[in-house]
């Protein structure tokens, strides 16, 4: 319902909100179908980046849509076709829960059965994720560092006369100074947390890298235009952020010259568990890096552009 | 089989998948369209955890005497789904910034008159100057 809300509405501003209200609904619906990992990064990138990057992005735009649209009559019966098409395809889906499903056959029970045995990590999440599927995890740690240089070639980062740290765009909100300083540091930690145990409960490098460039964010929309930037400089980000990729690369590497195949994590100690278990923790960490980087460095890059403007 | 509830998140993947198409084709405002997008998307993460789901299962982290997890698969796909979506949504955000600065407009019919003036105005130089060189 909050959906046909987002589409009627023509205030841009109201719809971002009804979006980032919408994802923390997606993420108590996940929540309730078992999947803590996927909810927890439900809530930390929808309701909480993707709304202050569309809301900056509102703001060097427009933020009233332009009303006489055209004649919305031939897409909607595009969409009503192809939604009845869908419809008809989901009554032959398998039930919810069926335990008879084709997810449930093939590779499932081997991840479960025998995932805390061969990684040593008892979240079969982060197991599937950093060593059966290490490949396509590398890809898409590739997807979000090339994401980065796209926004940082589109926009860069703009160093301004005007920046003044300390002095904030919504003013001197002194509740809210008060409120976000103690929580800062609750923050990290947290964000410290989900990335090194990620192995045991829910967590892991992307969640803990979206928590914490979520912190800086929040530290620079409360404190000022630019706080954040001299805390940790856009220069250092740039590096940290290749260093994360490196990191994960570089244990595919490394398990390659020590004779297994490319992320194969048991070549990186005597005991293979063991070796699972420490490959596991470094590729976390490089994604970690390597999240948290590219989404503060996106964020600089659009607050710069607001302040130029 | 209790068929309607088994069905039921489906269908509302459905509905949602179709509004956020709806408002990518139907709309002209760029952000919008964005929005829509993620709308889109959002319901194809809730059609794999939906399909990850067991009855009676547990969330996929091995506790002592638990046998029943939901599928994990299904959630390391969506997990990583998520994260390099924000990524992209940035990316596309970037770009109609960008052409809000060149054109002053994140309407899509103004972008198109605009380009098809700019391409006017291109052609009567390029005609009027044939015609001072015949002169």
Redo the contacts between chains.
Sequence with gaps: MI??A??RLSD?FA??ML?GV??LL?AA??MD??????AF??AA??AG??TV??LS??H???RW??LP??K?LL??L???I??AA??YA??D???????T?P??QH??PR??EQ??EEVGV????T???ASY?GY??FG?TV??FT??L??LL??GIHEDARMRPGVSAIGDQVVLRSVVKPLLPLILLFGLYVQFHGD???G?G?QA??IFATAFVLYDLVFGDGSARSVVPPGWLHRLAALGVLIYGGVGVYSLLAGKAFLDYSALAADPVHGQHLGVLLVELGVGIA?FS??LL?FY??SG?SRRR | ???L???????V???????????V?????L??K???L??FQ?SV??LY???????????????EGVT????????????????????????G??????I?EAYD???E??IHAEDIAADEALMNAETTGREDGRR
């Design positions: 959906a046909v987002a589409i841009l719809v971002v979006f919408y994802s997606t619906l996940f179908l078992d999947a803590v990992d996927v990064t439900e990138v929808g980046v993707t990057l569309m992005s509102l060097l735009t427009k849509e332009v649209r055209r919305p897409s909607l595009v969409v009503g192809t939604g869908l419809v989901v009554l889906a398998p039930l919810l829960g069926d335990p499903a997810v449930h590779v499932t991840y479960i995932g805390a008892p979240n079969l999440v197991a599937v994720l599927r396509d995890t898409e997807v979000i994401a980065g796209a926004v589109l926009l045991f409960g829910a892991g992307f890298g979206v999240v590219v989404v996106i890059a659009f552009r | 089989m209790n068929f509830p088994g069905i039921f998140n489906y269908l993947v459905v509905f949602l998948m179709m509004a956020g198409f709806y408002v084709i139907a709309q002209g405002n952000i919008k964005l929005v829509g993620g709308l959002a993460f809730i955890i939906t399909m990850g789901n067991l009855a009676g299962g547990r969330a996929p982290i091995v506790v029943a997890y939901s599928s994990p698969l299904p959630h390391v796909l969506i997990l990583t789904a998520i994260v390099v979506g924000v990524a992209t949504t940035a990316v955000l970037a770009l109609a910034v960008r809000h407009s994140v309407e019919d103004q």
